[in-house]
């Protein structure tokens, strides 16, 4: 093993020194590269407190970031997020306005899933708001919630491209 020292190449095979503090700074480089990806991936990690408004109504529901669900509605290429049965009652859904996204999905046939459009989500988490107008949100099976209270399952581009991005109060 050769390392660059003082604008020479030096063999360190036969230095134990030298060979020791080049195999910390390695370890520390490797440290430091895993605590910034871990401060990139964060999100993954946090649930988010989220408001679907639809023309006079609005409901405050529990919702989880996927980086799995890459759902968009065909024609307009806006993200689909997922809901579950009791937040679509609760919303005014335009049925006029229903278009027709296809999915697939690991251990299932692909399919299609009904999807509607919805005029402004809102998500917050600890340290971000993050505003989103004229999505499309689908009805989704009761056992794709299987967190604890969870009833909306965000897109994986949502949390990574905001439209607006503040601070949450």
């Not at 990139?40 to 919702?63: D, F, R, S, W």
């Not at 107008?133 to 009805?139: C, S």
Request: aromatic fraction near 8%.
């Amino acid at each position: 093993i050769s390392v660059l020292i003082s604008g020479r190449w030096e063999e360190i095979g036969r230095r134990p020194l030298a060979l020791t503090i080049v195999s910390l700074l390695l370890i520390l480089i490797m440290k430091t590269l895993y605590r910034f990806r871990k401060r990139q991936c964060q999100h993954l990690q946090y649930q988010y407190k989220a408001v679907l408004g639809n023309g006079n109504g609005k409901t405050e529901c529990k919702a989880f970031f996927d980086s799995g669900n890459h759902l968009i509605e065909p024609i307009s290429g806006k993200p689909v997020i997922l809901v579950c049965k009791r937040v679509m009652l609760k919303l005014n859904v335009n049925h006029e306005k229903i278009r027709v996204v296809p999915y697939s999905s690991l251990g299932k046939t692909a399919g299609l899933l009904e999807a509607y459009p919805i005029e402004q989500l809102t998500v917050c988490n600890e340290n971000n708001l993050y505003q989103f107008r004229n999505i499309y949100m689908a009805e989704a099976e009761e056992t794709m919630f299987t967190q604890e209270n969870c009833e909306v399952i965000l897109h994986a581009g949502m949390i990574q491209t905001e439209d607006i991005r503040v601070n949450c109060m």
